[in-house]
């Protein structure tokens, strides 16, 4: 990284094309034109100027390759079609029958639904602990454990695990080391610098920033990893469109501005809540009764947007408030810049039997909030209406 974040953001989403564009073109096209046939014969072979067909390369998508590895670090990003597809881009690439996976317990649901129901079907074994317990992963770690897969922090209790401490044991063991960034985005925590092979991001969520487009991106710190993912990549496919490369550069344009609007309300939030009445308990990784507050400070430069809480009166009052919201919006997902609100027990993980639910803390009063840009006077007398 050349410059401070906040510079690159603007910078690396800018272009230097023949036009002098400000912005990067969207080179909406499924193909190329080559030269002549030694043009296209090079280009096969890997060498010379120029692009072939959309799914192996665009310079739209390049762009935008190129600005999320920026960002975290990277050798070189691949962008996915969501979220799930680049967990699917991982998987499939660095695992193959007879491998075992330590994954986070605390997931994003498809995310845990995607190793125990898709991938057991190549059979990778995945076994789910608490990653916040180095202990536990410890524990968890067998000969033929070749992958270690964090969220951090993480849905829906927010449980923050310390990535450098679990990098030592994956370079011990010689496993991969995933980390899914999404809730912290590159501005706050970047996982490659603190031991991490691989990052990936919905980047339906922050980095996107506008609940407008549903896309993913995974980033390798070694060229080596970049050639086995791209490898992969284009023989299963899962792009994304031009347009909306265009759609994601511009939103990592305000990302570093939105993310400080973001931590800043999160925080005044958190604290408003924990001090209601009617509110039992709140997560949110910036309080200190967070019980990995002191690892979200060290590995984090701010605690982000996403808030749990608890509130008293359990279902009836987590299905109260959410018909009493005006200013927030009653809706899944995260990471625009409109604070959304959900019950996970009513909604999300509903189909989940209470007994299952309740020990991952999902409990019946728990209420999800992902804190937007508004004016935090507003937000917080909304919550207090809908709570009274
Ligand atoms: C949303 C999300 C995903 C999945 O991303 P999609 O773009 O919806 O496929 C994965 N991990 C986390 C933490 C998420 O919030």
């Keep these: 990284m050349k410059h401070k974040i906040e510079t690159e953001c603007i910078h690396i989403t800018m272009d230097n094309n023949e036009h ?11 193909t190329f034109k080559f030269h002549n046939a ?47 597809a680049a967990e699917t881009l991982i998987f499939s690439t660095f695992l ?40 536990e992963i410890k524990k968890a770690v067998k000969p033929n454990t070749k992958m270690i897969y964090v969220e951090t922090p993480a849905n829906p209790t927010l449980v923050v695990t310390d990535i450098e401490e679990v990098s030592k044991i994956a370079k011990e063991i010689g496993a991969k080391f995933v980390v899914d960034n999404t809730f912290s985005s590159p501005i706050l925590q970047q ?52 347009i909306e490369a265009f759609l994601i550069l511009r939103g990592i344009k305000t990302l570093a501005l939105r993310m400080e609007r973001h931590c800043q309300n999160a925080m005044k939030i958190a604290k408003f809540l924990e001090n209601h009445p009617k509110v039992e308990r709140v997560f949110y990784p910036g309080l200190e ?28 009052a ?37 007994e299952l639910r309740e020990q991952a803390g999902i409990t ?13 006077e507003d937000l917080i007398a909304d919550l207090d209406q809908a709570m009274s």
């Design 318 to 354: 987590g299905k109260k408030m959410m018909n009493s919201v005006k200013v927030c919006t009653l809706a899944v997902s995260l990471g625009g810049v409109e604070t959304l609100i959900q019950h996970p027990a009513s909604m999300t993980h509903a189909g989940m039997p209470k």
């Design 20 to 30: 002098l564009a400000v912005n990067v073109p969207i080179y909406q096209t499924s």
């Design 289 to 316: 009764s967070h019980p990995q507050h002191e690892v979200a400070k060290k590995q984090m430069k701010g605690y982000s947007a996403m808030i749990s809480f608890e509130l008293k009166g359990g279902l009836e």
């Design 38 to 84: 030694d043009h296209g014969a090079e280009l096969f072979a890997g060498k010379g100027q120029g692009y072939i067909y959309t799914r192996i390369g665009n310079p739209t998508i390049e762009a935008l390759e190129k600005a999320v590895a920026t960002l975290e670090h990277g050798y070189k990003g691949l962008i996915t079609s969501s979220g799930m």
């Design 364 to 376: 019946d009063g728990l209420v999800r909030l992902s804190v937007g840009i508004e004016n935090v």
């Design 191 to 242: 996982p490659l610098t603190l031991g991490a092979d691989i990052v990936l991001h919905s980047m339906t969520k922050f980095l996107n920033g506008h609940a407008d487009v549903v896309a993913g991106c995974v980033i390798p710190k070694t060229e080596e990893d970049y050639k086995a993912l791209y490898s992969t990549h284009k023989h299963l496919g899962g792009i994304i469109s031009p």
């Design 96 to 135: 193959k029958s007879g491998d075992h996976v330590i994954s986070s317990e605390s997931v994003y649901g498809p995310t845990s639904t995607l190793l125990k129901n898709v991938f057991s079907n190549f059979g990778i074994e995945t076994t789910f602990v608490d990653t916040s317990s180095i202990e």
